[in-house]
């Protein structure tokens, strides 16, 4: 059994994305969508998400659980962190203020909540697997496309436990070279691999495209018969500064795109609505500067109508890493917006397009026209990069299965 493991129990549009490209490439193969917890994320375009102590708890005796650790900044996201992010929108800034008072109280509720003592837990899918599996099952463990950013950054006992899993896994690949230098450091073989959300275009389009034709992206296009640039912004940048930062960003994108053709309105929304992710309150301040009319904000949360959104954009400015690499798989020109709170060069942001390249950024001095070829080509490129590895990872993790 091939167990898809991530964080796909929360809203946020990579997460969501991961397991659909994953089941895509293997179709007939049987798969299982596990996180820490059982959700189901299908009203917004997810799947039904199994916790992954349940799908171990299922296990039968001579059964191996091949456990494939899918996700984003999954080394670096903590136990208290994972766990936060797992609660309801509506109680969570309560819970998360009382716990902060009370360490002791928060620990044994961290736990409880995601039934492990992993101290990040979506990067020790195997140690769930053996803290939960019946006698006779047996795990393997595979990482793909993962990031680690911070992995300096985390405590001693944490940093510890997360390259034990790696060093234990059959592969280990990582979307950036800076992920990559801290494993080289600590001994652990590990390859470059693009994220998985570049499959979104050559997988799906036809489906993002289809959905761009109906409600309610089809009130954006009315609203905007010029086009519009697709904007989004977390939580983060919700002081009056880093608005006005990012809304004279989004006034440059749209100032290149307009050259030679009409000029774009703006059309902002939302990537991620687990606590700490996006704040439609924080939109509708960012909305409000722009002249009633010219800027609309979009309200749905399926990650098909998301996907629509950018798809159907003529640039895209995000704070949200997979907001750009969906729009950059579609060959739009994009504009990643650093987080404020973030020192400069940091961020995954840098450490992908370091790694990866990126096409033009919406702001540039250049046509945002010119140069549209070389970013499909581009795209097509790490699309071809990341399925070439995928069944490279596969084949590895089936080998040792059968072994």
Known sequence: MLVLFGAHDRH??????????????LPGRETVVAGLAA?????????????????????????????LHIGGEVLTCTAWQAAAMLRPPADAAATIAHLDAHADEARA??????????????????????????????????????????????????????????RAARAVTVRDRITLGHLQAAGIAATLLPDPAVMVAELFAPLIRQRGRAAPLERMALSHPGGYVAVQCSAEFADDASLDTVAQRVRRAADAVARGGARPGVVLFRT?????HDD?????????????????????????????????????VASSLHAGIVGAAFGLPCTPLRSPVAAAGSGKHEAYAQTWGA????????????????RQAHAMQLARRFVHGFRALVRTLDAANAA
């Open 12 to 25: 946020n549009l990579g997460d969501l994305l991961f397991a659909h490209v994953v089941r895509a490439l």
């Open 39 to 67: 959700r189901d994320l299908r009203p917004w375009g997810g799947l039904a998400v199994q916790a992954l102590a349940d799908v171990a708890r299922g296990g039968a005796a001579g059964q191996t659980l091949q456990v």
């Open 109 to 166: 509720w961290v736990r409880h909540q995601l039934r492990t003592a992993a101290p990040v837990p979506y990067a020790a899918g195997a140690r769930i697997v053996r803290e939960h599996r019946p006698a006779g099952v047996a795990c393997e463990s595979a990482y793909l496309g993962v990031g680690g950013v911070a992995l300096e950054t985390l405590a001693d006992d944490a940093r510890t436990d997360v390259l034990h899993e790696l």
């Open 272 to 276: 991620g609505a687990a606590p700490w």
């Open 280 to 316: 439609l309150g924080t939109l509708q301040r960012l909305a409000a500067r722009w002249p009633a009319g010219t800027a609309s904000v979009f309200d749905s949360l399926d990650v098909w109508d998301v996907c629509a959104l950018i798809a159907s954009s003529r640039a895209v």
């Open 359 to 374: 096409p033009a950024p919406a702001d540039g001095h250049a046509d945002a026209g010119a140069g549209a070829a070389h």
